[in-house]
């Protein structure tokens, strides 16, 4: 999709959209950003808080280690600037989840400069165009806690499990035009975060969500005034709030109004935002660095083992795929989308490797097909994700080396894998069990073949007129007499020399 394909079309012409994200993503650590406090999700509510998270008086923060290296390896991941000198400020202000009375954050000094991230716009057809999108900086910064609305009939209760907790705040530069490229930044940017592991980009449970900044303008012309839905946990939710915003706007404008710079909520009940509060400029929150916490000042040797623990990225595992593999552009995409599933295909490869004797490049695309018609088609009907699956790895380059080295056909493979998801047994018990094995035996295919060939005279003579067609049909009638277990090739390479 290019810039100039979505337009809100309005009374008075078409208008543009300018969208910029701001992702909160949790980062992956044990303990929170400045307290040794356990950072698990679902625990009781204050049951994972320590002094410092709230406020007691004395308690001083202490950075955590691991926070810092996740965001340096993060902003190594996307290709940022990585400042060595940082320094975390006090955003204060005032509110019932946040003991303290300010939170600590990093406005003026933050540890991860300019960025990009690549993105396909059309995911169906990885051939299409892509698009880059910019990252403004990432710092580092402490959520705050949680107020519970529902627990009480006139009261609102506080739940601080999650103040203090570290987030890396990504904030990318007003670069997307349409809801489908601020949906498919915040799909890639969650891939790259769950490969690094940085994050787990567990949306439903809040540690990614997204501040989604929408103005509109004549295109071309001079950036519109802009408002912020905030705490948008979903990439569905994200891309309403992206047309109802961009479309309320365009409404507002042409009807005599004006845009107001405000934070707004997403009610997704009803598929709307509503005005929350006037938007705050920085000024606003007193920002000044944290007389408590030194500045960050990182080595070359700390951010060189951040570069090193890195593992392979989506985009370099693709292109390998492509060119090393020579898996299908989509395949590819698909299989290296979650890291999850790029880790199962690769058992499954090395796997198959070890069991057929062949190249990698002669496993790859037989496990590729495999794993996205047959294995993705039967977890979706049970409903079970990838990790969930009950045909392990191995067991799935066992029936593969069934079907390669001639044991079994494809039709009768698809009996097994049936059986494989019903029982979890492995495929060569079943084969034997059943009495599966693709026979090979030409004086009995050949017996079989003779039979249908004189119940047909009409149809030989048909194919020998030239109605190439019904070759199929000899083949098919020769596999139903064989119950499927004669070997394909050889019923093939028969029929031939019989029909002519």
Known sequence: ???????????????????????????????????????????????????????????????????????????????????????????????????????????????????????????????????????????????????????????????????????????????????????????????????????????????????????????????????????????????????????RQVDLIESGGAVVQETRLFDAAKGETRSMRSKEDAHDYRYFPDPDLLPLDLDDAFIDECRASLPELPDVKRHRYESDLGLSAYNAAVITAEHETADWFEVLLAEGVAKQGKAETDVAKQSANWLMSELFGALNKLGKSLDESPVSPAQGAELLALVADGTISGSIAKQVFEIMLETGQNAEAIVEEKGLKQTSDTGAIEAEIAKIIAANPDKVEQYRAGKDKLFGFFVGQTMKAMEGKANPAIVNDILRGILG
């Open 1 to 247: 999709m290019s810039e100039s394909t979505y337009r809100i079309q309005g009374n008075s012409g078409e208008w543009e959209v300018i969208i910029g994200l701001e992702v909160h993503a949790q980062i992956t650590s044990n303990a929170k950003l400045f307290s040794g406090a356990a950072t698990e999700f679902g625990a009781e509510a204050n049951r994972q808080v320590s002094l410092v998270d709230a406020a007691m008086p004395g308690m001083l923060p202490v950075v955590n280690r691991e926070c810092v290296r996740q965001a340096v390896r993060t902003g190594l991941a996307v290709g940022a600037k990585i400042n060595k000198w940082s320094r975390f400020d006090r955003k204060n202000y005032f509110y019932a989840d946040l003991p303290q009375g300010y939170q600590i954050s990093q406005l003026y000094h933050p540890i991860v400069g300019e960025g990009e991230i690549e993105v396909t716009l059309n995911e169906k057809d990885p051939d299409s165009a892509t698009r880059t999108i910019g990252i403004e900086r990432i710092h580092i910064e402490q959520d705050a806690g949680k107020l519970m609305h529902d627990q009480h009939p006139t009261m609102s209760y506080v739940d601080l499990n999650r103040c203090g907790v570290a987030l890396m705040e990504i904030v990318s530069k007003p670069d997307m035009r349409s809801p489908s490229e601020a949906g498919a930044y915040v799909k890639k940017l969650r891939s790259i975060l769950r490969y690094v592991g940085s994050c787990d980009g567990n949306m439903e449970q809040g540690s990614m969500r997204a501040d989604v900044n929408v103005s509109v303008r004549k295109p071309g012309g001079e950036l519109g005034t802009r408002t912020e839905t905030k705490n948008v946990n979903s990439i569905r939710f994200l891309q309403q709030v992206v047309e109802y915003e961009a479309q």
